[in-house]
Structure formats: C-alpha cells, structure tokens
C-alpha cells in the first residue's frame, strides 16, 4: 500500500490478519448457531440463515468490531475470546443497517452480489411464482425488511451472550442504544437533506450527519462498547469520544476531498460521481456560499448533472478553489484530524490498543488525494 | 359487550380501566424522555418523537404488555410500578412491526390516520419538496423505515432501564429476541404464502404462521417476559406456553371464521374482504384439499375476486361448509382453545393473575359468529 505510515501499515495489517479473520470466524459460528432457533426446522427459514451468511460474509473490513475489541484492550481488558464474541454486535447492526440502506437506495448490488431484498426478489422468480415485476420487487422488498429486523435482534442476542459482568453488559447494551438511535437520527438528516436544495443545507447540518453517521457509529462507539466491557471510567470514555468524533469527521470531509479530486485510479469510484449523483458534500455548500453569482449558476448547472462532460467537471473543480471552498475543507480536516490524533496520543492506555488506534487514525486521514 | 361471560367481561374491564391508562401514560413518558437524547437539540429530531408519539398514542388495546404485567403477577411478582415500565417493550415492538408492516403492505391508514411513511410523505410535500410523487413516495418510506428502526432500537432500551435483578434483565431480553426470531419467520413465511398458489399451501404452513405471530407475539411470548421478571421456574414458563400455543392459533382459526362467516355489522370488517382479498386461511385450504373438482374450479374462481357479488360468497362459504371445512376449522379452534383453558386453569398461579388471563381466554375464542 502506498503513501502508507509505518504505523498505519501495522494497524492495517493487524485489521488484515488478526482481527478479519478471527472475527469472521465468529460472525459465521454465530450465523450457523441461529440454525438451533429456527421453528419446525423449516426449509425456508434455513434459507434465511444461508442468505444472512451469504450477505454477512461477503466481505467487509471488520473496522468498527476491532474496535470493539481494542476499546476494550485500551482499558486493560484482558479476555479477548470474550471481547471478539461481543464485537459481533456492530457488524452485525452494519448488515441490519446495510440491508435496509439497500431498499432505500434501492440498490441492485452490494459487494458485487445482490442485495438481501434482490435475493428474494431472485428466490421468488425461481420458485416460478407468477406475478407482475413490480409486485414481485416489492415482496422482495418485505422480505429483505423482515430479514433486516431479524438481524436486527440478533445484534442484541450477541451483546448479551458473552461472559462479561452483566452490569458491565446492560451498561454496553445501553450504549449500543444511544449510538444507534444517533445513527438513525443521522439517516433521517441524511434523506433529509437530499431533499433540500443544496443552498438551504446548512454547514452545521453537513457536519453532524458525518458526526453521526461516521464519528458516533463507526468510531467512539464501538471504542466505547468495548471500553465499557472492559470497565472503564467515565473519563477514559471521554477519551474515544475526543478521538473519534473529530477523527470521523475529518475522514469524511477528506473523502469528500478524494471523490471531487481524487485520481480515479487510486480511490476506484466512477469518475465525478459524486458531483453526478449531487452529493451533498460540505465542499459543494461552502462554494455555493461564497460563489459569485455567476460561479454558483454554473456550479448548480454541472452539480447534479447525470451527463456532464469532463471539462463541466474540471469547471465544478475550478469553482471550489476558487471560492476557497477547498482550503476550508483541508484545513478544517487537517484541523479536526489533529485533534482526534492528539486526544489518543495523550491517554495513559494500553500500548498495544494505542498503536493500533493512531495507525488506523493515520490511515484514515492520509489516504492519498 | 354482549355474548361475553362474566370472567371475559371482567378482564376486559381491567384491561381498559386498569392496564391501558397505566400503559398509556408510561409509553408517553417514555417517548417524552427519548428527547434527551436528541443531538443538538435539533427540530427535525424533535419531530421524529413527535411523529412516534402521534403513532404511539392512537390507540391500541395494550393487551400484550398487559400480558406481560399480568404473567408477572401470576409467579409472585411485586413491583407493579417496574413491570409496568418494562411491559412497554412489546407496545414498542408492536409500533416497530407496525410501521415496517405498513410499508410490506401499502397501506396509508393506520388507526384512522396516515401511516409512518406517509406521515413522512405528507411532511416532505408540506416543505415544498419538488420531486416526481414517486420519488416523494419512496423518500417517505425511507424515512418511516428508519423510524422504525429507531423504534426497534427503543424496545430495548425499555426493557433494560426498569429496576429488576440484572440477571433476570438479561434472560428477559433473551426471551424477547427469541420472541422477535420467531416473529419475523412468521412474516416472511405469511409473505411467502402469499405468492403461493392456495392448493400447494400446506395446512401445518398456515398453523405454524398463526402459532409464531399470533401464539409466540401476542401470547406466551410477553406472558413469559413477565415470567422471567418475577422469577419465574421452567415449569411456569411451560404453563404460559401450553395456554398460549393453542389459545393463539384457536383465535386466529375463529378469527378467520368470523372474517367469512361472521355478521358485518358486529366483526367491523368489510363485506367478504378476506375473499375478495384471498386471505390463505386454512378455511380455503381445507375446502380446496375436500372439494371436488367442481367445487374447487369454483371456489378459487370466487377467491381472489376484487369484484365478487354477494351470491358468489355465498357459493364460497356454502363449498366450505359443504366440503366439511367449516366443521373441521371450528373443531380444531374448540380443541385448542380448551387445551390453552384448561393449562391454565390447572395452573398455580397468583389468583388474580390467572383471572385476568382466564377471561381474556374466553373473551379471545367466544367472540360471536
């Protein structure tokens, strides 16, 4: 991997080879283990588990689970079989998660397979049932909702399971709560706000979405779940907040950064996508704020627009740094990053748990633009 | 009420007099108490609890988290003020299911009003949102789809805040999950038999579906979290379980009885709606495996058939009558029915307790044809 910190490459490597593959190991057990609860031993609901196994094991990099288990390494917690059981708790919510993205999205493909309610859609033309294709779609739809709110409780059942003190477990649990509500609430924002023309969308808004939906869910959330298992103080629980909430902000205003920027080869998305599909990134907001009249005509013109042409793009570009949108963006990025690095760099924690959080923080934030 | 006993008529009573208020004012509270945690204090935030609020409080007859309070009771449970507090758990299941119910199905009205996604349908409109209505369609299920989640999420919290001893908390919240488990596998597999053809529906389908949304949902399954919560030994868990098993597919038989069967005027149901809708109820079922070949063309002529007269009902429900299906069903209703009476009533339980659930008994299988 290029443009890779030393301390990023062993973070990233340790995510690769100790924490993916003990954690799918124990996603797939605890898949299979679902197999003991189904009613009747019913064809059609092992059917449900081959295709929850199908969609959780498709790949993924099994970052917010690690974090789970080095949250709680951090604070000293010491039974790490214990730990990489509850970490299935937020994989597990990212596939509840995903499954239901994919029906709001409606989105065809996840990871280069069909999404769950595709796959039901699919099963039911196989079973040759004869309907016309928006019904079929939408039965398809019902039932990859269903499979979502089941997953949805399997997350929970996961919590509880491992042999942790059980205050220690309800406090998790409570946790997991309040990072799933503020994720939801960051959903709605999100569908929110793409439904407001991009001048009404305030800077503020742009950034608790990512405050939300990054910095809450996949950073100090897990870190505190973990954390929590591990006994920590309220005060060692403050210190993953101060590292993932800037921490989960800067990453997405710098992949925001990387998707209007970036080198199509290195960040592998379709070129100009984002400003094809009207992202609503703090980029876009920020130059229309204080683009001339002139520059925020054209700019709403190309922004949104499915057939732009290359020069449009190079044009959209021009206006960012023109209007200084750019350089806010950096340095509020350089600025927040900062602050989540620091955070980590002055807690008295577990060497170990630390490395591995300030190279996944160097990672993050240094990807090549 | 007429045609009740004096045992389901008591019972109702306390369940409208007693429990509902008690209900009702807690799951307010609770949804009043979930703006804490809204982050910064945001309006369109303060408007999701308004809107679960606005769903919450339609109505409902809270009879599961009675069961929940009521199953308590019955093995020696004391703290009246925490069972009430966690019985919430199954109204804000209910509320969850219901919502995501309401998108699988297309409906618009719930209670008399919109539905979650059209509430959010409604909103975006009431913004000025300039979409095509299929957009705004979509957008508003998105949006009632999260909600949903977010209500998912809730359940869970309501069940861990309640003071009772940790580790009955946490075989609680297992048996809830088991619960949720075995729910959504009776969706998907209503939904599946929807797109099925009725002669290859098999009669143990339409039992097993009825036994996991109406028996494990409704009945034993918060009869048993309330167990657990007042300690409840295996043997009295079994109890709650051999009077719910039967009791809840006796009533869904009845149900379907009354839905083809019943007066109009006093079941509330549009006229020969489950026909005309082609219910698979295993009154169909068992006419079409009985008919000849005569009565069967004609019955699944009839069945499915938005524009039905009032004679061609009457042909369907002469065929199940003549084909012995109406014997069978209203058989197997009262076999089952007595069955869940009579576990109860050798039960030793709490006198109160097994009142209450004595006369929901009676009322929920004596209902008039």
Chains 1, 2 share one sequence.
């Not at 477990?169 to 509500?181: G, I, M, T």
């Not at 449009?312 to 740094?321: G, L, P, S, Y």
């Not at 350089?327 to 630390?354: C, Q």
Request: charged fraction near 30%; proline fraction near 5%; charge should be negative.
């Amino acid at each position: 991997m290029l443009g890779l910190t030393p301390l990023a490459e062993k973070a990233i490597k340790k995510l690769k080879e100790v924490h993916k593959p003990e954690i799918d190991k124990r996603l797939r057990a605890a898949l299979e283990k679902e197999r003991e609860y189904i009613p009747n031993d019913h064809p059609l609901f092992h059917d449900v588990i081959d295709k929850l196994l199908d969609f959780n094991m498709r790949g993924g990099k099994r970052l917010r689970p690690s974090f789970i288990v080095e949250g709680y390494r951090c604070v000293g917690g010491k039974d790490m079989d214990a730990i990489y059981d509850a970490s299935l708790v937020i994989e597990g919510s990212e596939a509840w998660l995903l499954i239901h993205d994919d029906i709001m999205d409606d989105d065809t493909l996840r990871r280069g397979k069909p999404t769950m309610h595709v796959m039901y859609e699919n099963e039911l033309k196989k079973r040759g049932v004869q309907l016309p294709p928006e019904k079929l779609k939408h039965m398809g739809i019902s039932l990859g909702m269903t499979v979502g709110d089941l997953q949805a409780v399997l997350t929970y059942e996961w919590l509880t399971k491992p042999d942790f003190p059980r205050e220690l477990k309800e406090k998790a649990l409570q946790r997991y709560n309040l990072v799933l509500r503020l994720t939801c609430y960051g959903q709605i924002l999100d569908v929110m706000a793409e439904t407001m023309p991009p001048e009404e969308i305030k800077e503020e808004d742009v950034l608790l979405i990512h405050s939300l939906k990054t910095s809450a869910y996949t950073l100090w959330g897990p870190l505190q779940i973990g954390a929590i298992l591990g006994n920590a103080t309220d005060k060692q629980l403050e210190i993953f907040y101060n590292y993932g909430y800037p921490l989960g902000i800067a990453f997405q205003l710098q992949d925001d950064i990387l998707g209007l920027f970036g080198d199509v080869k290195k960040t592998g998305k379709p070129a100009h996508s984002d400003l094809k599909e009207g992202k609503r990134t703090l980029l876009i907001i920020k130059a229309l704020e204080n683009a001339t009249p002139e520059q925020k005509k054209r700019l709403l013109e190309i922004w949104g627009n499915k057939n732009l042409t290359d020069e449009d793009a190079e044009e959209a570009r021009e206006i960012v740094r023109e209007t200084g949108s750019l350089d806010y963006n950096r340095e509020l990025a350089r600025k927040l990053a900062e602050e989540g690095m620091a955070a980590m760099e002055a807690a008295d924690f577990d060497p170990e748990g630390k490395e591995y959080l300030l190279g996944i923080a160097e990672f993050l934030i240094n990807r090549e633009v």
